[in-house]
């Protein structure tokens, strides 16, 4: 999953699932209509089957384990300019 102020991607084994704009995203329950996926420091793990977004669930498909082996957290790092391009770039 990728997180920032605007969006989350959500990849599967590496291609992109699924992505979220902030913007069109409230919780009419939570807080006055706000936005909590902008706070910082959360994390929504999710695995609901069903409801009314997914449908019936077919009650055979539920013989198998959804498991999660962990979580990470990363953070991206801000590309590092190296001290001869800086010069380069001098007039």
């Given at each position: 999953?990728?997180?920032?102020?605007?969006?989350?991607?959500?990849?599967?084994?590496?291609?992109?699932?699924?992505?979220i704009n902030l913007s069109k995203?409230?919780?009419?329950?939570f807080a006055k209509r706000s936005n909590p996926?902008?706070?910082?420091r959360h994390v929504f793990?999710?695995?609901?089957?069903?409801?009314?977004?997914?449908?019936d669930t077919d009650e055979t498909?539920?013989?198998i384990?959804?498991?999660?082996?962990?979580?990470?957290r990363y953070k991206k790092q801000k590309p590092r300019v190296h001290a001869s391009a800086i010069k380069s770039l001098s007039p």
């Open positions: 999953m990728e997180w920032d102020e605007k969006r989350v991607c959500v990849h599967l084994d590496k291609a992109l699932s699924d992505t995203t409230l919780d009419g329950g996926s902008k706070m910082p793990h999710n695995l609901a089957l069903g409801g009314e977004n997914g449908g498909a539920l013989s384990r959804y498991v999660t082996g962990h979580i990470r």
